[in-house]
């Protein structure tokens, strides 16, 4: 059973009938006992970093959320999801994240120079397909070839302190960690329920990840 956390954020329903498409019996849940029971846990995210935190925290979500990551049981976040795995993030102010992986979560510049258009600047957020690069094997690359297009929309990206936790880079103006992966915790910047056969895929192997 893999549970998809329901804390009142996250497009849960697309990724929910992905994870279905990807083989997956799947649970939407905001209750702590769903989320204990759980053998995968997937955490979604859309909305500002302070405020999906804070929703976590309000419905009493993060203990479980901590201990199923404790016990090593496989644990995918997408987008902001990914991001509250870093340690902190600076969007409107300085907030806690889940502390899972050393490191912040910063806006884009505004002025990146587009090297695609002579004078004028990257548009921010960061919308639409790019390239993926892993730089490490995992098993959820299974099937996934380097320079792989997924689909982005995010505004503010991690800056990973440890190198080994980024599981692959995109480049938008800046290289930036489109992936984090440590041990049963794997995150995608990117969105695999928007992401048409590289998506699937990578969510088909996370439905087999027995880390």
Not at 119 to 130: C, R
Request: net charge negative; proline share 8%; hydrophobic share 40%.
């Amino acid at each position: 059973m893999i549970t998809v956390i329901d804390y009142g954020s996250g497009n849960l329903r697309s990724v929910a009938k992905a994870l279905e498409a990807a083989g997956a019996s799947v649970r939407v849940s905001g209750l702590a006992e769903d989320l204990r029971g759980a053998d995968h846990l997937v955490l979604p995210g859309v909305g500002a970093f302070a405020d999906c935190r804070h929703n976590l925290e309000a419905a009493g979500l993060i203990p479980p959320i901590l201990d199923h990551i404790q016990a090593g049981k496989p644990f995918l976040g997408i987008c902001v999801g990914m991001q509250l795995l870093f340690t902190e993030g600076h969007e409107f102010g300085i907030h806690p994240g889940l502390n899972l992986m050393p490191g912040r979560v910063v806006r884009f510049a505004n002025d990146m120079p587009d090297p695609f258009h002579p004078g004028q600047h990257l548009k921010i957020p960061h919308m639409g397909w790019n390239r993926i690069h892993p730089t490490q094997p995992h098993p959820l690359w299974k099937g996934i070839a380097d320079g792989t297009q997924v689909y982005f929309v995010h505004s503010y990206h991690g800056q990973a302190e440890d190198p080994h936790t980024i599981a692959a880079w995109c480049d938008h103006g800046i290289v930036f960690p489109a992936a984090m992966a440590r041990e049963n915790i794997f995150g995608t910047q990117f969105h695999p329920e928007k992401s048409q056969q590289a998506g699937l895929t990578l969510l088909k192997n996370f439905v087999e990840w027995r880390p």
